[in-house]
């Protein structure tokens, strides 16, 4: 049931196996009715943000949007279960995925249009460590041409599938098995978005809450019909190694992945396996460069890896990393610089999350309180302004304003991109950890552990 309720302020290895598609599943679920009434799917009147930061580079930011004032909710939208990921919005539609393995499609407004569950999402008794219940759909979707790319959980065996479902009524188009050999699916977890290039849906994974299990870094492609054998990169590290920021899969300007690695089985006197990384792949899942510190080792014994955060493309001239370290550093874009070829590195923050981009600069999600950081023209990084530290959510950029989540709080800020000071707060409900807002029209969406607030500018 969906209702519409006040909101009260209170190793390289390139893997290919044969193609996983199935049927198209369950019968269509009937839409609920809403206190708002029913709605049907008419033309788009909102832009699009049809991807994890609207785009696929994660930048982040919205090409059009009203500067605001007076922030108001206009709907709490409860769903079946939390939302972790962040919504999508494509001709018209929001895309709202729960961990109950349902879809849901609403209008502007937050009506049900449709809804689809796609099975019996895994519970933590089911799992070897964790801290989601149940688990269901994790990472950001990704929508091109009227389809959207979601990635379920199952219970029963626990087991992970990319479905492609019609933005227009929910429609399942497809399913494919993405637990490829190599790691065990209790462990693996798709908590990273997914993004499209090359003529595939890219899907990441990474490990649970507490690092248990066989599990490895893993990006794995699937054509975007469904059709054909999928094709994956592991990190060549014997365990670890997960690519799990909420930012999963960032794709450049020529169309190459980058993704940020976690802390691997390696350690210091160890061979270099690739972890505590950003690496770039083609799109034939083949590694094509990469960096690391060259503290990697030690930074792998103490959980201090880049993996927190998703790469930073500033333009075409240069990457942003940060981690769980403190460290910041700045890359060069087609030439990473392997172990320790970094441009330019400094003492920052310990950030987690999506960096937002405009221009030459990043808004970085550090766990005390957003960094504003400018990237000058030979690569060196100079802090502009450190927001509230209580203010550490991933940010988006649209109307003037930085747009990000006190999450303890449950409190959404609009921040003045000039001084980071709050220029407009509202109370959105309970929010998960890595919580991003997305942007369209005159609204920020935002997902929370009952579904979605949504809030007017």
Known sequence: MIRLVPLLLAAALVTACTSGRQSAGPPPTSPATTSAGSSSAGPSTVDDWPAYHGNPARTGKAATFPTPGTLRVL?????????????????????????????????????????????????????????????????????????????????????????????????????????????????????????????????????????????????VGVPLDGNGAPIAYTVPTPREGGIWAPPGVSVDAGGRLLVAVGNGEHGRGDAYDYSDSVLQLGVDARLVDSFSPTTWGSD??????????????????????????????????????????????????????????????????????????????????????????????????????????????GVLHALDPASGQSTAQVYVGVTSRFATPALSGTHVLVPTLAGLTIVVV
């Open 75 to 219: 709907a709490t939208v409860r769903l079946d279960a939390a939302v972790y990921a962040s919504p999508i919005v494509a001709q018209g539609i929001t895309i709202a995925p729960t961990e109950n393995d349902s879809v849901y499609g609403l209008d502007a407004d937050g009506r049900q249009l449709w809804r689809r569950n796609l099975g019996e999402p895994a519970r933590r008794s089911d799992l070897p460590c964790g801290n989601i219940d149940p688990s269901g759909i994790t990472g950001t979707p990704v929508y091109a041409n009227g389809v959207v790319y979601v990635v379920a959980e199952y219970r029963a065996p626990v087991r992970h599938e990319l479905v492609a479902l019609s933005i227009r009524d929910g429609a399942v188009r497809w399913r494919a098995n993405v637990d490829l050999p190599g790691a065990d699916p209790v462990a693996m977890q798709e908590r990273g978005a997914l993004a499209i290039a090359g003529g595939r849906a890219w899907v990441p994974f990474g490990g649970r809450a507490g690092d248990c299990g066989n599990y490895k870094g893993r990006v």
């Open 300 to 409: 792998n014994e103490g959980d201090l890896d880049l993996g927190s955060q998703g790469p930073a493309l500033i333009g075409t001239k240069w990457v942003f990393i940060a981690g769980k370290s403190g460290t910041g550093y700045v890359l060069r874009q087609g030439h990473l610089g392997g172990v320790g070829g970094q441009v330019w590195q400094g003492p920052l923050c310990r950030s987690f999350g999506g960096a937002a981009v405009d221009g030459d600069v990043v808004y970085v999600p550090c766990d005390d309180g957003i960094r504003a950081v400018r990237v000058d023209s030979a690569g060196a990084a100079h802090v502009l302004w450190h927001a509230s530290q209580s203010i550490a959510g991933s940010p988006v950029l649209g109307g003037g304003r930085v747009w990000a989540l006190e999450q303890d709080a």
